[in-house]
């Protein structure tokens, strides 16, 4: 079994015929063919039910599928292991959390690693980063979750299998202006919010989504931008805010923001999960970016 064949196997995957392949190749047709054949003797099997419309994969060429990617990837990264003389590994990480979260994760991985080049990536769009992930553009990224499955907090999540591990717990604070009339109580259970303002992102934000599971409908979302905005409207007294602990402390120990005592059965809490692809744990640095993050 040879790379090339798993390369021209994946080539009539997705043209469905071996002319089409060809072309994608740059190769003969009857070379094509012949590659086929040449990796079905030597794993004994059929890979392709031949017909007049196209090729489709039989049971054993849809278990070969996921194993010629991963082999080809390993190729790759192999290859662009030997040509660099420092490696390079690609984090991501969400634009709201980069700043508090992903220094100290590369500098142990740094003390871990120093010859292991790293470039953090990163992007406001939780999407982005996971399709990344997803397509080996990137080999891990942080974003905001909840507890539970991967996705739990209610995003979408690329087809690709994702594995993810839990970093901490991100804690979140609802903050209004001193002078909001909430301000003054010892506890705001959640129905006195009804009609309040709460300043709000997109709605794939991971706060708004937050805050979507915390607060429901009984508030109004308005939207002002990422946490800078929304933290300075909300100091204007423009609404109530739903922000992680660590973006408002500065504003809470000042006063220009206090915290509402809110009466729920658990406080409001994110988590930082780190995510990457299972299968390809074997590029270089990665597994080194897992024990730098989980210490």
Do not use: K
Not at 27 to 40: H, I, K, Y
Request: with cysteine; charged share 25%; aromatic share 2%.
């Amino acid at each position: 079994m040879e790379l090339r064949q798993l390369r021209t196997f994946e080539a009539v995957v997705t043209h469905r015929t071996v002319t089409d392949a060809a072309v994608a190749l740059g190769l003969a047709p009857s070379s094509v063919s012949e590659q086929v054949r040449a990796l079905e003797r030597d794993l004994d099997v059929t890979l392709f039910d031949r017909a007049p419309r196209g090729m489709t994969l039989t049971p054993a060429g849809q278990r070969l599928l996921p194993w010629a990617r991963r082999l080809l990837d390993q190729a790759e990264q192999a290859r662009r292991e030997v040509r660099e003389a420092h490696p390079e590994l690609r984090l991501g990480a969400l634009e709201t959390i980069a700043a508090s979260h992903a220094p100290a994760i590369l500098a142990r991985l740094a003390e871990r690693r120093p010859e292991l080049g790293v470039s953090l990536h990163t992007e406001g769009a939780r999407d982005v980063l996971l399709g990344a992930v997803a397509a080996g553009e990137l080999e891990a990224a942080m974003v905001l979750d909840t507890e539970g499955p991967l996705g739990e907090l209610g995003f979408a999540l690329p087809p690709a299998r994702l594995e993810h591990l839990d970093l901490e717990d991100v804690p979140l604070a609802l903050v209004a202006a001193p002078g909001h009339s909430l301000a003054a109580l010892d506890s705001v259970p959640p129905e006195l919010l009804h009609g309040e303002r709460l300043l709000v992102n997109t709605p794939a934000c991971s706060f708004h989504l937050a805050g979507q599971r915390l607060l429901g409908d009984s508030v109004r979302r308005v939207r002002t931008g990422g946490i800078a905005v929304t933290r300075a409207c909300a100091a204007q007294g423009l609404g109530l805010a739903l922000l992680p602990e660590f973006a408002v402390r500065d504003e809470l120990a000042a006063g220009t923001l206090v915290r509402l005592p809110l009466a729920v059965a658990a406080p409001p809490v994110l988590r930082l999960r780190l995510v990457w692809r299972p299968d390809r744990e074997s590029v270089p640095g990665l597994r080194d970016v897992l024990y730098a993050a989980a210490a």
